[in-house]
């Protein structure tokens, strides 16, 4: 390109006869930005509960995770505006206006793409010195690596958002320029280097930043489960990098949207697209590792206490029934009687349950109102004596170990029966809701 500048190369040649990428379409660009960036709001938002709210441990990684959400998220939006101003249209087929709105509105993509880049490699980085020793000398490369990549990335924002002066000269061609640079230059070879250049190190940055953790997946002392973590985040930088050599080679085929012609809204949407594809994955690879395994734990020990309450077939119409029954013979009855046979009882608190055994080998199940009562009702009409499946099933001594299973082995009868009963409470205010929430349903639709 030597000496040429970009209006010179401008109409130098005859695009307008190439097929329309799929980058170039507005419901493709919308998609892909609005999709990545969801995803990584959600993963950034997760992991910031979790800091915040559950470890109470916010630290210097999530102060640059929010500023990079800030930042990314302005220019995704930008990129999406760029769709209404000729974003994947050739460039010299818009209007005066629609030319320098482009601009303006690509000026705010590229300078806080440049900001983003630094500070999501910045937040990773921290994140790595809560878990790597200190004097270490994987400590010092990744103290190292924060101060190179901050003055890196200063640097490379300061040229996007400052490309000329005054700086509405970028995008107002009624206010003359004194001098433009960098991401602003006027000259075809120091334009195309300026973005290769700060596409080139940013690969190299992101490689640099993933391989860190690397050694500590060859300690012999480091857990499976922890190697498990760091594969995963091995191979979604892997990713990341790819993002990165891929952009790179877009710039580097259209020399920055300035070969064969200068034509930046038609050679531009690929490169727009993958860098922002690259910083949300970024995010993403930065926060699945704090909220991921809390999540986990969390999903675990629901499906372990509730499984057998969710995975169920019930006679919904059956149970209405027998509330219905139940409490118009409390309206007729009294309580603190016991039933003949000794099926229901009380002890002698009125407070506790006695310990006895039904014809199934479980303890004997004691009838829990809708209401909400634990008192236990004598002389029950036949409906009322129907016992569920369900509820039967939580008196079993071991399926009460499966729902409780850190109770002691050692534990006294007494405090047997009290967990016992927790469980049975517990089941029986379950079945109420639930009784409850199809009552309504029914009521609201008939």
């Known amino acids: 390109m030597g000496g040429q500048t970009l209006v010179s190369l401008f109409g130098v040649a005859d695009n307008y006869g190439e097929p329309i990428p799929a980058w170039n379409r507005k419901e493709n660009v919308l998609a892909i930005i609005i999709i990545f960036m969801s995803l990584s709001w959600v993963c950034a938002l997760g992991r910031l509960y979790v800091r915040l709210f ?161 050694p500590l997946y060859f300690k012999s002392e480091t857990a499976f489960k922890t190697k498990m973590s760091l594969l995963a985040l091995f191979t979604m930088g892997g990713l990341v990098v790819g993002c990165s050599a891929w952009r790179l080679s877009t710039i580097i085929e259209h020399q920055a949207a300035t070969y064969p012609t200068f034509d930046p809204s038609w050679y531009g949407p690929v490169s727009m697209i993958l860098a922002a594809i690259e910083v949300d994955l970024a995010s993403i690879c930065a926060s699945v590792p704090v909220f991921w395994p809390v999540l986990l734990r969390m999903t675990a020990l629901k499906i372990f206490v509730m499984e057998e309450v969710e995975v169920k077939h019930e006679d919904r119409g059956a149970d209405m029934q027998f509330e219905l029954n139940y409490r118009g013979w409390r309206a007729r009855s009294g309580s603190g009687e016991t039933q003949s046979g000794g099926e229901y009882t009380k002890n002698e608190e009125g407070e506790r349950p006695s310990k006895q055994h039904s014809p199934h080998g479980s303890e004997v199940f004691f009838l829990t109102s809708a209401l909400g009562t634990d008192e236990l009702k004598p002389d029950l009409p036949a409906v009322c004596k129907k016992t569920s499946a369900t509820t039967l099933h939580y008196q079993d001594d071991y399926i009460i170990k499966q729902v409780s299973p850190f109770r002691s082995n050692s534990m006294s009868g007494d405090d047997n029966m009290v967990d016992r009963w927790s469980a049975v409470e517990a089941q029986a205010k379950i079945d109420t809701a639930s009784r409850r929430k199809q009552g309504l349903r029914r009521l609201f639709s008939g």
């Open 54 to 214: 559950i470890i109470f441990s916010p630290g210097w990684d999530d102060v640059f995770l929010v500023l990079y959400l800030l930042s990314t998220t302005a220019g995704s939006v930008f990129i999406c505006l760029l769709t209404e101003w000729g974003l994947g249209e050739h460039f010299l087929k818009l209007s005066i206006p629609t030319m320098q709105g482009y601009l303006f509105r690509f000026y705010i993509g590229n300078a806080t793409y440049a900001m983003s880049t630094s500070l999501i490699k910045i937040s990773l980085l921290f994140q790595y010195l809560r878990v790597i020793e200190k004097g270490t000398w994987l400590r010092k490369l990744c103290v190292g690596s924060i101060v190179v990549i901050f003055l890196w990335g200063l640097a490379y924002s300061f040229m996007a958002w400052v490309p000329c002066i005054p700086i509405n000269s970028f995008w107002d061609f009624s206010v003359p320029h004194q001098q433009c640079f960098g991401y602003g230059s006027l000259t075809a070879l120091e334009f195309n280097a300026t973005y290769e250049s700060h596409t080139a190190t940013n690969m190299l940055f992101d490689l640099l930043v993933f391989c860190i953790p690397i």
